[in-house]
DNA sequence: AACTTAAGCGGACCTAGGTCCGGATCGTAA
DNA sequence: TTACGATCCGGACCTAGGTCCGCTTAAGTT
């Protein structure tokens, strides 16, 4: 069974940030904002991550983030699409990061290490990362038809993808990759630490674990 | 490693629909409705699923249930709680029997065959009710912070959770439960069957595959 | 410097989910 | 049958995300 999905059907038009390090293919055309516009952005974001940093991310409505940043709502609107490009705006910094990390940067996370030593540390610095954003993950959470075509997703997805390929000649990456992404749902994350006090640690045991299994010969 | 969370203290205060035919401990109590209240609850149902069958499960308003079947809106939100509320109820019976199939109905997918072909059968069947119910299961998709509490998804991963204690005796079974269950998302399926074009045949693979990894010793 | 135009701005406006509370109704007890 | 209280009804109302469109302005062009 081969493991090359025909490459989901690119959504449509992409609205609003272009916000990825790595595109993967799609191209990389940083639109170059006009000199007002960059800045109404920046004061977008800071009056954003300001107002989420005291009332939460579920506190905070759009009209107050324009109000906080002296700009009008559908300047708001205009620059992100909508409140989750918004979040997930905020969100991009540490996924550029880690995007860099794992592409490129050292073992056993970047290339170097073998595949299935990769997997476990992407895993666990996913795990790690989901930990100390979870608020704002889950406020950023996209409607429930545009969550995988989401840009961060789809190149951890590949990522994955790469990795059990080089592990695992004769499988369906691409499934089994929805499996292991399955385990480091913000949501899940969210509902197993918060909502039922398991430790992080037992987070982490069960990655290892998973991963583990599935690629066991 | 122990299997058992702490059961995830019970969300305050079931809002609308008692629902559920199994409750898993929790008290079974129907509150026995008003006549009047009876009444309109089918009515509302019943309009709910001509306007969906109409126009989507998308494209219909609560307002517009409301008003197809001579009802008020506030009716409406008093007896389901909210819109998923409303879906959910919707998908009940199809979730009942299937509750009943697996709890005490017939082999493979009830008490009798082996737990790992049981484990099969359960996939696979839920994956093919949730084929036919795409629409609708995506529409009642539940607010993030309250998606492993809806009663469904509960008695579904308890019972995976049965099944992987009587075949790995030393697991840890919740965890591996939650990412069984990951892979019956109903979002991810209407992904990669809607949005990719994987064929029905390929998902069920996936997931006896899945199974047997991840019961292998 | 004057002109042009594509990009951006802002806030009025629309929609749809969800809340509220005064009044109507059901079920029961006397 | 009547009286009464708990339950329910309905639609006005509130909120917040998202859209629209006439006006403004940055940034090249001659």
């Avoid at 191209?27 to 904002?33: H, R």
């Avoid at 592409?103 to 996913?126: D, Q, S, Y």
Wanted: hydrophobic residues 45%.
């Amino acid at each position: 069974m081969s493991s090359l999905l025909p490459p989901c059907p690119e959504p449509e038009e992409k609205i609003g940030e272009p916000q990825q390090l790595i595109q993967l293919g799609a191209a990389g055309d940083e639109p170059c904002l006009r000199a007002d516009a960059a800045r109404n952005r920046a004061r977008l974001l800071d009056a954003a991550a300001r107002l989420i940093a005291e009332h939460g991310a579920a506190g905070v409505t759009m009209e107050a983030v324009a109000a906080a940043a002296n700009v009008g709502k559908g300047t708001v609107f205009r620059r992100f699409g909508d409140r989750t490009g918004l979040l997930m705006a905020l969100l991009d910094h540490a996924e550029q990061k880690m995007q860099a990390a794992f592409l490129g940067g050292p073992p056993p996370l970047g290339p170097g290490a073998p595949p299935v030593e990769r997997l476990r540390a992407f895993g666990i610095a996913l795990l790690r990362r989901l930990a100390g954003e979870l608020d704002l993950q889950l406020a950023a959470e996209a409607a429930a038809d545009r969550r995988y075509a989401v840009p961060a997703r789809r190149v951890q997805h590949s990522h994955v993808v790469l990795l059990l390929r080089q592990t695992l000649p004769h499988a369906d990456h691409e499934l089994l990759a929805h499996t292991l992404m399955g385990y480091l749902n913000p949501v899940l994350v969210h509902h197993l630490t918060r909502q039922c006090g398991v430790p992080m640690a037992r987070l982490e045991n069960g990655w290892n674990d998973l991963v583990d299994r599935i690629t066991a010969a």
